[in-house]
């Protein structure tokens, strides 16, 4: 039951109650109320995640007494992106220009790519096969010749410096409205719901719509998303819950059971424990961040379309980047195990892609990951893994005398390319010279990437037949060329 204090704000219009929480923030009494009655509003026991009602209660204390759509304008004249950023999915048309690209990754929308100037480039219009982002304005990607005139750090700007009151009132949501999520995706997290995973996302649909369009507000609205996601202190204020006498915050020690539950039962590939001391190698898992936790779920749910392309349109604000970076590589090795167990291997593929190669894209990020977390070694030791994990018998030769083991091509990882996300991570960080030549500079990751290669070696071996011939050729005869 709300408190009488809540039950008569909600008697008062909407307008009237976010104009009064607004002016509260800046009184020396503090913004108590405030957070008594966002208590009500993400209360799980009485409100769904998908409740309309809450979700218009959220634009109009957001907007702090002006229309969504006045303050969403408002909001927009402080967008000081040096990147566009702008997401994509698959099937939407971007070019590239190699001319003007450092990475062989890099792309552009068809706006900045129109608004740049590319006479003459070595250019080429594609249609996206795993989504991804515009990097216009990234001088670590492209040459800032080819930015267009609205990003890059040469950009035409103004005043971008907006004025206290207009985001101080969604500076102290957002944190409550991130671990709303977080309440309904643990809420559903459990093993024997995985089948209904997607349906969970969709009960979720409305609200990540919502952060969408928060988001899409420009740099200043994502600057406030994006410190909220990865404040340490925040985390820690916001989760760490004791069992009051009166039993009245059991759900949110619940809560907090189920989250453990579901961190210890998600399983970590073989392999990492020979190499547990190196730092970025130990597979114990403790999240300090919601960036962290949001990061884990998406894993746990299997890259949802609407986070994963939420959480890459932050992308643009530096330190949110390098923070969702390093979430990122912390939940690689799990990420690999997804990608084979998962219950939509191609889609699940596609936005692993759409995310990693977004963030290793970047030559001074890459290196800094590869220094700090032995990236390398996250990689090859969980592709290692997925391939030990379905090796047969070599049939070359004489069977009794031969104990070298090949790679199943018949098995579903290589039939649905579940390494594919893998190896292009590891072509894409080897397009940067500093890493290829660690790489090459370290004998025992190459001992290991020469150990990889021996068990393709002798793979799916095919006899010539003598006397009637095959009418269709297997599909393991492609998985092993494709």
Request: glycine share 4%; with cysteine.
């Amino acid at each position: 039951m709300a408190a009488p204090e809540v039950n008569a704000l909600l008697k008062r219009g909407k307008r009237t109650v976010a104009t009064h929480f607004k002016s509260e923030c800046f009184r020396k009494s503090g913004n108590k109320s405030l957070h008594e009655f966002m208590n009500y509003l993400f209360d799980p026991r009485n409100k769904s995640i998908d409740d309309v009602d809450v979700l218009d209660w959220c634009r109009w204390l957001i907007a702090g007494g002006v229309t969504f759509d006045e303050f969403s304008k408002n909001v927009r004249r402080y967008d000081n992106a040096v990147i566009c950023g702008l997401v994509w999915t698959a099937n939407f048309v971007a070019y590239r220009c190699r001319t003007c690209g450092i990475s062989p990754c890099m792309s552009l929308c068809a706006d900045c790519f129109q608004a740049g100037n590319h006479e003459g480039h070595d250019f080429n219009m594609f249609r996206s096969q795993a989504g991804g982002a515009c990097d216009c304005g990234d001088v670590s990607v492209m040459k800032k010749e080819g930015f267009c005139t609205r990003h890059g750090p040469d950009r035409q700007t103004q005043n971008f410096t907006p004025p206290q009151d207009l985001l101080v009132v969604a500076e102290i949501m957002m944190p409550r409205i991130i671990l709303r999520l977080l309440h309904h995706l643990r809420d559903n997290s459990s093993e024997e719901m995985k089948d209904t995973y997607q349906l969970d996302m969709q009960d979720a649909d409305q609200f990540l719509t919502f952060l969408h369009t928060l988001s899409d507000m420009g740099a200043a609205m994502r600057k406030v998303i994006g410190q909220a996601l990865s404040s340490n202190a925040l985390y820690k204020e916001l989760t760490e819950v004791t069992l009051l006498p009166d039993g009245s915050n059991s759900y949110f020690v619940d809560s907090q059971k189920r989250y453990n539950t579901a961190l210890n039962n998600m399983t970590t590939p073989k392999g990492f424990d020979e190499y547990e001391t190196m730092p970025g190698l130990s597979q114990e898992m403790k999240h300090k961040t919601l960036l962290d936790e949001l990061t884990f779920w998406m894993v746990k749910y299997e890259f949802p379309q609407k986070m994963v392309t939420l959480l890459l349109s932050l992308l643009p604000d530096d330190n949110y980047k390098e923070a969702f970076t390093r979430a990122f590589i912390r939940h690689y090795s799990r990420m690999t195990l997804v990608l084979i167990n998962g219950l939509n291997r191609p889609a699940i593929s596609n936005r692993v892609v759409h995310i990693s190669v977004q963030l290793f894209s970047n030559e001074v990020l890459a290196v800094k990951m590869v220094e700090e977390y032995n990236l390398l070694y996250i990689l090859i030791v969980s592709l290692t893994n997925m391939l030990e994990s379905i090796l047969t018998e070599s049939s070359l030769q004489d069977t009794q005398s031969n104990f070298h083991m090949v790679v199943d091509c018949a098995n579903i990882a290589m039939k649905e390319h579940c390494y594919w996300p893998i190896v292009s991570d590891l072509i894409n960080l080897f397009s940067h010279k500093a890493i290829t030549i660690k790489f090459l500079s370290d004998t025992r990751l190459v001992t290991m990437w020469l150990d990889l290669l021996s068990y393709l070696q002798g793979m799916n071996l095919n006899n010539r037949e003598l006397s009637q011939h095959v009418e269709f050729e297997s599909e393991t005869y492609y998985a092993a060329f494709s």
